[in-house]
Protein backbone atom coordinates (compact mmCIF):
# COMPACT_ATOMS: atom_id res chain seq x y z
CA UNK A 1 0.00 0.00 0.00
CA UNK A 2 1.09 3.66 -1.26
CA UNK A 3 0.11 6.31 0.92
CA UNK A 4 0.48 10.04 0.88
CA UNK A 5 0.59 12.35 3.71
CA UNK A 6 0.25 16.41 3.33
CA UNK A 7 1.62 18.04 6.80
CA UNK A 8 4.09 14.98 7.40
CA UNK A 9 6.58 17.29 8.94
CA UNK A 10 4.43 18.10 11.54
CA UNK A 11 3.25 16.59 14.83
CA UNK A 12 0.57 14.27 13.75
CA UNK A 13 2.39 13.88 10.05
CA UNK A 14 5.07 12.02 11.76
CA UNK A 15 3.25 10.12 14.14
CA UNK A 16 1.14 8.95 11.46
CA UNK A 17 4.01 7.90 9.34
CA UNK A 18 5.45 6.22 12.14
CA UNK A 19 2.66 4.36 12.49
CA UNK A 20 2.20 3.56 8.72
CA UNK A 21 5.85 2.82 8.50
CA UNK A 22 5.08 0.13 10.76
CA UNK A 23 2.21 -1.65 9.05
CA UNK A 24 4.40 -2.13 5.68
CA UNK A 25 3.21 0.97 4.11
CA UNK A 26 5.44 2.65 1.54
CA UNK A 27 5.10 6.01 2.73
CA UNK A 28 5.38 9.80 0.80
CA UNK A 29 5.13 13.11 2.22
CA UNK A 30 3.92 16.54 0.42
CA UNK A 31 6.69 18.79 1.68
CA UNK A 32 7.63 22.64 0.63
CA UNK A 33 10.54 23.13 -1.40
CA UNK A 34 11.62 25.68 1.56
CA UNK A 35 11.49 22.81 3.96
CA UNK A 36 13.71 20.45 1.32
CA UNK A 37 16.13 23.31 1.93
CA UNK A 38 16.03 23.65 5.35
CA UNK A 39 16.41 19.92 6.62
CA UNK A 40 18.19 20.70 10.36
CA UNK A 41 14.99 23.09 11.25
CA UNK A 42 12.21 21.60 9.58
CA UNK A 43 12.64 17.83 9.36
CA UNK A 44 12.73 17.64 13.30
CA UNK A 45 10.21 15.25 13.82
CA UNK A 46 11.12 12.64 10.64
CA UNK A 47 14.44 12.94 10.66
CA UNK A 48 14.50 9.49 11.98
CA UNK A 49 12.91 8.11 9.33
CA UNK A 50 14.09 9.90 6.30
CA UNK A 51 15.64 6.94 4.61
CA UNK A 52 12.47 5.23 4.61
CA UNK A 53 9.66 7.73 3.65
CA UNK A 54 9.74 9.21 0.18
CA UNK A 55 9.34 13.80 0.41
CA UNK A 56 7.83 15.34 -2.90
CA UNK A 57 8.32 19.38 -2.78
CA UNK A 58 4.59 20.96 -3.54
CA UNK A 59 2.47 23.45 -2.15
CA UNK A 60 -0.81 23.34 -1.12
CA UNK A 61 -1.25 26.75 -2.97
CA UNK A 62 -0.14 25.46 -5.69
CA UNK A 63 -2.86 22.94 -8.06
CA UNK A 64 0.06 22.15 -10.59
CA UNK A 65 2.81 20.92 -8.06
CA UNK A 66 0.18 18.71 -6.30
CA UNK A 67 -1.28 17.25 -9.87
CA UNK A 68 2.17 16.96 -10.53
CA UNK A 69 2.92 14.75 -7.38
CA UNK A 70 -0.39 12.52 -7.80
CA UNK A 71 0.21 12.16 -11.06
CA UNK A 72 3.65 10.42 -11.03
CA UNK A 73 2.57 8.42 -7.93
CA UNK A 74 -0.15 5.74 -7.68
CA UNK A 75 -1.12 6.06 -4.14
CA UNK A 76 -3.80 4.30 -2.54
CA UNK A 77 -4.60 6.50 0.41
CA UNK A 78 -3.70 10.14 0.90
CA UNK A 79 -3.87 11.73 4.38
CA UNK A 80 -4.55 15.27 4.30
CA UNK A 81 -3.47 16.71 7.29
CA UNK A 82 -0.98 20.32 6.22
CA UNK A 83 -2.84 23.52 7.64
CA UNK A 84 -2.33 26.49 8.99
CA UNK A 85 -3.56 25.01 12.43
CA UNK A 86 -3.55 27.81 15.39
CA UNK A 87 -6.31 29.52 15.71
CA UNK A 88 -4.97 32.23 17.42
CA UNK A 89 -2.95 32.86 13.74
CA UNK A 90 -6.32 32.64 12.31
CA UNK A 91 -7.63 35.52 13.63
CA UNK A 92 -4.22 37.70 12.59
CA UNK A 93 -4.31 36.36 8.81
CA UNK A 94 -7.51 34.68 7.95
CA UNK A 95 -7.25 35.40 4.52
CA UNK A 96 -4.02 33.05 4.32
CA UNK A 97 -6.06 30.29 7.07
CA UNK A 98 -8.86 30.33 4.31
CA UNK A 99 -6.44 30.14 1.32
CA UNK A 100 -4.56 27.43 2.47
CA UNK A 101 -6.66 25.62 4.49
CA UNK A 102 -9.87 25.32 1.74
CA UNK A 103 -8.41 25.50 -1.64
CA UNK A 104 -5.57 23.65 -0.66
CA UNK A 105 -8.28 20.82 0.51
CA UNK A 106 -10.19 21.81 -2.55
CA UNK A 107 -6.47 20.97 -4.61
CA UNK A 108 -6.10 17.82 -3.31
CA UNK A 109 -9.44 16.38 -4.28
CA UNK A 110 -9.97 17.97 -7.68
CA UNK A 111 -6.39 16.56 -8.41
CA UNK A 112 -7.12 12.68 -6.72
CA UNK A 113 -10.83 12.93 -8.34
CA UNK A 114 -8.93 13.60 -11.89
CA UNK A 115 -6.03 11.15 -11.90
CA UNK A 116 -6.31 8.51 -8.93
CA UNK A 117 -10.59 8.41 -8.09
CA UNK A 118 -10.01 4.99 -6.35
CA UNK A 119 -7.35 6.83 -3.99
CA UNK A 120 -8.95 6.76 -0.65
CA UNK A 121 -8.85 9.96 1.24
CA UNK A 122 -8.78 11.31 4.62
CA UNK A 123 -9.25 14.64 6.09
CA UNK A 124 -8.13 16.65 9.00
CA UNK A 125 -11.62 18.12 10.50
CA UNK A 126 -11.48 19.59 14.06
CA UNK A 127 -13.64 20.06 17.27
CA UNK A 128 -13.20 23.83 16.26
CA UNK A 129 -16.10 23.14 13.56
CA UNK A 130 -18.47 22.90 17.06
CA UNK A 131 -17.02 25.56 18.33
CA UNK A 132 -20.41 28.17 20.32
CA UNK A 133 -21.44 23.84 21.28
CA UNK A 134 -24.67 23.32 20.75
CA UNK A 135 -25.20 20.44 22.80
CA UNK A 136 -22.29 18.82 25.00
CA UNK A 137 -20.73 15.99 24.58
CA UNK A 138 -20.50 16.62 21.07
CA UNK A 139 -20.64 14.29 18.25
CA UNK A 140 -21.17 13.73 14.78
CA UNK A 141 -24.57 15.01 14.45
CA UNK A 142 -23.95 18.28 16.72
CA UNK A 143 -24.08 21.47 15.01
CA UNK A 144 -21.62 23.72 13.21
CA UNK A 145 -20.83 27.23 15.06
CA UNK A 146 -17.28 27.70 14.28
CA UNK A 147 -15.91 30.72 16.06
CA UNK A 148 -12.95 31.62 14.21
CA UNK A 149 -11.66 31.77 10.74
CA UNK A 150 -9.53 28.31 11.52
CA UNK A 151 -12.87 26.87 12.75
CA UNK A 152 -14.66 27.96 9.51
CA UNK A 153 -12.06 26.97 6.89
CA UNK A 154 -12.52 23.72 8.40
CA UNK A 155 -16.16 23.76 7.93
CA UNK A 156 -15.67 24.38 4.70
CA UNK A 157 -12.94 21.13 3.96
CA UNK A 158 -15.51 18.59 5.48
CA UNK A 159 -18.12 20.12 3.39
CA UNK A 160 -16.32 20.06 0.38
CA UNK A 161 -14.97 16.11 1.67
CA UNK A 162 -18.62 14.99 1.66
CA UNK A 163 -19.18 16.70 -1.26
CA UNK A 164 -16.82 15.06 -3.25
CA UNK A 165 -18.02 11.78 -1.49
CA UNK A 166 -21.62 12.33 -2.44
CA UNK A 167 -21.12 13.60 -6.15
CA UNK A 168 -18.10 11.52 -7.57
CA UNK A 169 -18.41 8.38 -5.44
CA UNK A 170 -14.83 9.20 -4.01
CA UNK A 171 -13.91 7.26 -0.49
CA UNK A 172 -13.69 10.88 1.27
CA UNK A 173 -13.92 10.18 4.84
CA UNK A 174 -13.07 13.30 7.82
CA UNK A 175 -12.21 12.39 11.34
CA UNK A 176 -13.67 15.44 13.39
CA UNK A 177 -10.51 15.29 16.26
CA UNK A 178 -10.72 16.96 19.23
CA UNK A 179 -7.68 18.58 20.62
CA UNK A 180 -4.37 15.83 20.48
CA UNK A 181 -1.25 16.55 21.95
CA UNK A 182 2.26 15.10 22.94
CA UNK A 183 5.76 15.67 23.04
CA UNK A 184 6.13 16.90 19.35
CA UNK A 185 3.68 19.12 19.65
CA UNK A 186 4.45 22.76 18.57
CA UNK A 187 5.51 25.44 20.77
CA UNK A 188 2.78 27.72 19.80
CA UNK A 189 -0.16 25.47 21.36
CA UNK A 190 -1.05 25.51 25.33
CA UNK A 191 0.01 22.63 26.14
CA UNK A 192 3.56 22.45 24.61
CA UNK A 193 3.89 26.60 25.67
CA UNK A 194 3.06 25.28 29.44
CA UNK A 195 5.22 22.17 29.28
CA UNK A 196 8.09 23.53 27.53
CA UNK A 197 7.98 26.64 30.25
CA UNK A 198 7.86 24.47 33.41
CA UNK A 199 11.42 22.88 31.85
CA UNK A 200 13.07 26.35 31.55
CA UNK A 201 11.75 27.83 35.00
CA UNK A 202 13.43 24.23 36.32
CA UNK A 203 15.84 25.08 34.55
CA UNK A 204 16.45 28.43 35.67
CA UNK A 205 15.41 29.86 32.20
CA UNK A 206 12.42 31.63 32.88
CA UNK A 207 10.61 32.72 35.90
CA UNK A 208 6.72 32.95 34.69
CA UNK A 209 4.24 31.53 32.50
CA UNK A 210 1.64 33.74 30.39
CA UNK A 211 -1.29 32.98 29.55
CA UNK A 212 -4.30 33.80 28.25
CA UNK A 213 -7.39 31.99 29.05
CA UNK A 214 -7.40 29.69 32.00
CA UNK A 215 -10.86 28.47 32.15
CA UNK A 216 -11.54 27.37 28.70
CA UNK A 217 -11.64 23.58 28.38
CA UNK A 218 -10.64 21.03 25.81
CA UNK A 219 -10.82 17.36 25.16
CA UNK A 220 -7.36 16.60 25.20
CA UNK A 221 -6.15 13.16 23.94
CA UNK A 222 -2.32 11.83 22.23
CA UNK A 223 -1.67 12.33 18.67
CA UNK A 224 -0.03 8.69 18.62
CA UNK A 225 -3.34 7.24 19.50
CA UNK A 226 -5.12 9.89 17.63
CA UNK A 227 -3.47 8.87 14.00
CA UNK A 228 -4.31 5.15 14.69
CA UNK A 229 -8.39 6.41 14.17
CA UNK A 230 -7.02 8.22 10.96
CA UNK A 231 -6.21 4.93 9.27
CA UNK A 232 -8.55 2.71 10.47
CA UNK A 233 -11.07 5.31 9.02
CA UNK A 234 -9.61 4.53 5.66
CA UNK A 235 -9.94 0.84 5.87
CA UNK A 236 -13.95 0.80 6.34
CA UNK A 237 -16.31 -0.56 3.51
CA UNK A 238 -17.78 2.58 3.35
CA UNK A 239 -16.91 6.27 4.07
CA UNK A 240 -18.44 8.10 6.62
CA UNK A 241 -17.16 11.10 9.55
CA UNK A 242 -15.55 9.74 12.75
CA UNK A 243 -15.68 12.35 15.98
CA UNK A 244 -11.90 11.22 18.03
CA UNK A 245 -12.49 12.48 21.53
CA UNK A 246 -11.25 11.21 24.99
CA UNK A 247 -14.49 12.19 26.52
CA UNK A 248 -12.97 13.65 29.37
CA UNK A 249 -12.51 17.96 29.49
CA UNK A 250 -10.16 19.70 31.90
CA UNK A 251 -9.31 23.46 32.11
CA UNK A 252 -6.35 25.38 30.63
CA UNK A 253 -5.53 25.51 34.32
CA UNK A 254 -5.86 22.29 35.25
CA UNK A 255 -3.26 21.38 32.98
CA UNK A 256 -1.22 23.87 34.30
CA UNK A 257 -1.35 22.32 37.81
CA UNK A 258 -0.81 19.13 36.39
CA UNK A 259 2.50 19.69 34.30
CA UNK A 260 3.88 22.45 37.19
CA UNK A 261 2.96 19.59 39.62
CA UNK A 262 5.23 16.92 37.67
CA UNK A 263 8.01 18.93 38.18
CA UNK A 264 7.00 19.54 41.55
CA UNK A 265 6.05 23.06 41.38
CA UNK A 266 3.03 25.33 42.09
CA UNK A 267 1.02 26.92 39.00
CA UNK A 268 -0.10 29.58 41.31
CA UNK A 269 3.29 31.10 42.06
CA UNK A 270 4.37 31.29 37.92
CA UNK A 271 1.16 31.58 35.72
CA UNK A 272 -0.20 35.41 35.04
CA UNK A 273 -3.06 36.35 32.89
CA UNK A 274 -2.33 38.55 30.00
CA UNK A 275 -5.22 39.66 27.96
CA UNK A 276 -2.60 39.60 24.48
CA UNK A 277 -3.24 35.44 25.01
CA UNK A 278 -7.21 36.49 24.71
CA UNK A 279 -8.87 35.16 22.11
CA UNK A 280 -12.00 37.71 19.64
CA UNK A 281 -14.08 35.06 20.00
CA UNK A 282 -13.08 31.98 22.30
CA UNK A 283 -14.30 28.47 22.19
CA UNK A 284 -15.22 27.99 25.88
CA UNK A 285 -15.43 24.35 26.37
CA UNK A 286 -15.14 21.21 24.04
CA UNK A 287 -16.32 17.36 24.79
CA UNK A 288 -16.04 14.51 22.62
CA UNK A 289 -18.27 11.81 22.50
CA UNK A 290 -16.21 8.71 19.90
CA UNK A 291 -18.89 6.11 20.68
CA UNK A 292 -19.19 5.88 17.06
CA UNK A 293 -15.38 5.55 16.84
CA UNK A 294 -15.28 3.18 19.26
CA UNK A 295 -18.06 0.70 18.01
CA UNK A 296 -17.47 1.19 14.55
CA UNK A 297 -13.59 1.36 14.24
CA UNK A 298 -12.96 -0.37 17.56
CA UNK A 299 -10.71 2.05 18.32
CA UNK A 300 -9.98 3.12 21.87
CA UNK A 301 -7.17 5.58 23.15
CA UNK A 302 -4.17 4.21 25.58
CA UNK A 303 -2.90 7.17 27.38
CA UNK A 304 -4.43 8.84 30.17
CA UNK A 305 -4.76 12.48 30.67
CA UNK A 306 -2.31 12.97 33.24
CA UNK A 307 0.01 10.16 31.85
CA UNK A 308 0.01 12.60 28.38
CA UNK A 309 1.01 15.64 30.41
CA UNK A 310 3.67 13.44 32.26
CA UNK A 311 5.06 12.33 29.14
CA UNK A 312 5.13 16.33 27.59
CA UNK A 313 6.80 17.36 30.85
CA UNK A 314 9.17 14.53 31.30
CA UNK A 315 10.25 15.31 27.64
CA UNK A 316 10.75 18.65 27.68
CA UNK A 317 12.49 18.58 31.01
CA UNK A 318 15.19 15.75 29.06
CA UNK A 319 15.75 18.53 26.14
CA UNK A 320 16.00 21.30 28.35
CA UNK A 321 17.61 20.65 31.33
CA UNK A 322 19.31 17.79 29.60
CA UNK A 323 18.82 15.39 33.06
CA UNK A 324 16.05 12.43 34.28
CA UNK A 325 13.13 14.02 35.45
CA UNK A 326 14.07 13.48 39.45
CA UNK A 327 17.26 15.11 39.11
CA UNK A 328 15.89 18.02 37.70
CA UNK A 329 13.48 18.37 40.12
CA UNK A 330 15.54 17.71 42.85
CA UNK A 331 17.97 20.52 41.66
CA UNK A 332 16.08 22.79 41.35
CA UNK A 333 14.80 23.21 44.72
O1 LIG B 1 -3.70 24.93 22.38
P1 LIG B 1 -4.62 25.84 21.67
O2 LIG B 1 -3.99 26.94 20.90
O3 LIG B 1 -5.54 24.92 20.78
P2 LIG B 1 -6.98 25.13 20.12
O4 LIG B 1 -7.25 26.55 19.83
O5 LIG B 1 -7.98 24.43 20.99
O6 LIG B 1 -6.84 24.36 18.74
C1 LIG B 1 -6.15 23.12 18.62
O7 LIG B 1 -7.06 22.06 18.69
C2 LIG B 1 -7.99 21.99 17.61
C3 LIG B 1 -8.86 20.76 17.82
O8 LIG B 1 -9.96 21.16 18.60
C4 LIG B 1 -7.25 21.91 16.28
F1 LIG B 1 -8.14 21.86 15.27
C5 LIG B 1 -6.35 23.11 16.14
O9 LIG B 1 -5.61 23.01 14.93
C6 LIG B 1 -5.38 23.13 17.31
O10 LIG B 1 -4.58 21.98 17.23
O11 LIG B 1 -5.62 26.53 22.72
C7 LIG B 1 -6.37 25.77 23.62
C8 LIG B 1 -7.09 26.70 24.59
C9 LIG B 1 -7.84 27.85 23.92
O12 LIG B 1 -9.09 27.98 24.53
C10 LIG B 1 -6.98 29.07 24.21
O13 LIG B 1 -7.73 30.29 24.29
O14 LIG B 1 -6.11 27.31 25.43
C11 LIG B 1 -6.43 28.69 25.56
N1 LIG B 1 -5.21 29.43 25.91
C12 LIG B 1 -5.06 30.14 27.06
N2 LIG B 1 -3.85 30.74 27.06
C13 LIG B 1 -4.11 29.57 25.15
C14 LIG B 1 -3.26 30.39 25.88
N3 LIG B 1 -3.77 29.05 23.95
C15 LIG B 1 -2.55 29.35 23.45
N4 LIG B 1 -2.17 28.81 22.26
N5 LIG B 1 -1.68 30.16 24.12
C16 LIG B 1 -1.99 30.72 25.34
O15 LIG B 1 -1.19 31.46 25.92
Redesign the pocket.
Known sequence: MKALITGITGQDGSYLAEHLLSLGYEVHGLVRRIALEDPERRFTRISHLLDRIHLHPASLESYPSIFSVVSRNDFDECYHLA?Q????ESFADGFSTMNININGTHYMLAALRELRPTCRFYFAG???MFGLVEESPQRETTRFHPRSP?GIS?VAGFELTRNYREAYGMFAASGI???HEGPRRGF????R?ITSTVARITAGLATEL?????D?R?DWGHSKDYVRAMHLMLQQKTPDDFVVASGESHT?REFCELAFSVAGLDYRDYVRVDER???PA??ES?VGDASKARTVLGWTPTYTFPEMVREMVENDLRSTVGKPLSEAVAESH
Not at 85 to 88: D, R
Not at 210 to 214: D, E, I, K, T, W
Open positions: ASFVASSEYKLFNEFVTKALGNLARVFYREVL
